[in-house]
C-alpha cells in the first residue's frame, strides 16, 4: 500500500504563489509516475499534472501550462507543485496522487488533499 501526505495548502492573493508538497511512504513508488489532481466544488475532479520517476517526463493540464511545474524527489520520495501566477479558478482541493506504472496520468493512489484558496 502507498501513503501520500500532502502539505503547503493555504490561502493566496491572486497573482500570487504556492508550493505543494507530498511525501509517499509504504510501498516504493519510486518507479511510478506521481503527480496532481484537483477539485473544486460542485465539479469532478480533474487532472492537474504527472512526472515520471526519472523526473524527466511531464505533462500538464492545458488550464495550468506555463504557471504549475511539479517537480520531484526521487531520494526524499517527494514530489512538489510550484504554482506562479495562481487564479481565483485554481481554487480547489489539491490531491497528490501515483500511478501504478511509469509516465501514466492514470493514477490509482491518492493523498487526503489539501486546500488551495486564491482571493481577488
Known amino acids: 500500500q502507498v501513503q501520500l501526505v500532502e502539505s503547503g495548502g493555504g490561502l493566496v492573493q491572486a497573482g500570487g504563489s504556492l508550493r505543494l508538497s507530498c511525501a509517499a511512504s509504504g510501498r516504493t513508488i519510486n518507479w511510478y509516475a506521481m503527480g496532481w489532481s484537483r477539485q473544486a466544488p460542485g465539479k469532478e475532479r480533474e487532472f492537474v499534472a504527472s512526472i515520471s520517476w526519472s523526473g524527466t517526463w511531464t505533462r500538464y493540464a492545458d488550464s495550468v501550462k506555463g504557471r504549475f511545474t511539479t517537480t520531484r524527489d526521487s531520494a526524499k520520495n517527494t514530489v512538489y507543485l510550484q504554482m506562479n501566477s495562481l487564479k481565483p479558478e485554481d481554487t480547489a482541493v489539491y490531491y497528490c496522487?501515483?500511478?501504478?506504472?511509469?509516465?501514466?496520468?492514470?493514477?490509482?493512489?491518492w493523498g487526503q488533499g489539501t486546500q488551495v484558496t486564491v482571493s481577488s
Open positions: 496522487a501515483a500511478a501504478n506504472s511509469d509516465r501514466s496520468t492514470k493514477f490509482e493512489y
